[in-house]
């Protein structure tokens, strides 16, 4: 069965020091991986995606993922956190049999960023 | 520009009552659209989704009820409210015929059910 996982419910960092939020998926064929963010009583908004091509993928924000499809892992990274960057974050995946028009989300993993 | 809007914002209901939120998109035309919960902050559940009008597929058997009278329009239903309905209604879209696109989400419809 497809499944999402995001290991850590919390991540703390100290601004300006880089991040990570872990994310790893179970799917069979090609994943189509997804990072999303939530702000307090918001929908969520579409930071990157993986589809085909290079392992690192770039999105908004300064926001960047490595794919690597070894270790079943796309985490998402950024080089200098920023306090604005606190938020719950969601990875994603839409799969072969997750159904072309279904995306499974993760638990959330919530960031804290201390000035 | 493509916008997508969710209404009310926040409901508060008792048990046993109906309930209706809406949701329309603008900009695009014959979008996927979803509706998702989210309860207690975390993760989202897939609720129902559409891929056309009067085309309904349910993910997970419940209380709630969804329908596509209009291209753009998504609405949730419930004729009798349960105190588990109550949490964070996310109604969201993606471009038809793309498997690879990204969900675009609604601002949400908070509900508590008293």
């Known amino acids: 069965a497809q499944s999402v996982a995001q290991p850590e419910d919390q991540v703390n960092v100290a601004e300006g020091n880089p991040l990570t939020v872990k994310c790893t998926y179970s799917?069979?064929?090609?994943?189509?991986l997804f990072w999303y963010v939530q702000y307090p009583n918001r929908g969520l908004q579409f930071l990157l995606k993986y589809i085909t091509g290079d392992n690192l993928v770039k999105g908004s924000y300064g926001f960047e993922a490595e794919f690597n499809k070894s270790q079943t892992s796309f985490h998402l990274k950024k080089p200098s956190a920023l306090v604005s960057d606190s938020a719950l974050y969601f990875c994603?995946?839409?799969?072969?049999?997750?159904?072309?028009?279904?995306?499974?989300f993760g638990a959330g993993t919530r960031l804290f960023v201390k000035a | 520009s493509q916008t997508i809007h969710q209404w009310p914002a926040t409901l508060v209901q008792p048990v046993g009552s109906p309930l209706s939120l809406e949701c329309t998109v603008e900009g695009t035309s014959n979008p996927n659209l979803y509706w998702y919960r989210q309860a207690a902050g975390r993760g989202l559940q897939l609720l129902f989704y559409s891929v056309g009008i009067g085309q309904i597929s349910s993910e997970v058997p419940q209380n709630l009820s969804a329908s596509r009278p209009q291209d753009r329009q998504f609405i949730l239903s419930s004729k009798k409210l349960l105190l588990s309905d109550s949490g964070f209604y996310l109604c969201a879209w993606s471009r038809r015929g793309i498997n690879t696109g990204e969900l675009f989400f609604g601002e949400g419809s908070r509900l508590t059910v008293l």
């Open positions: 994603a995946v839409r799969g072969l049999n997750t159904g072309g028009f279904k995306t499974i």
């Open positions: 799917v069979s064929g090609n994943p189509y």
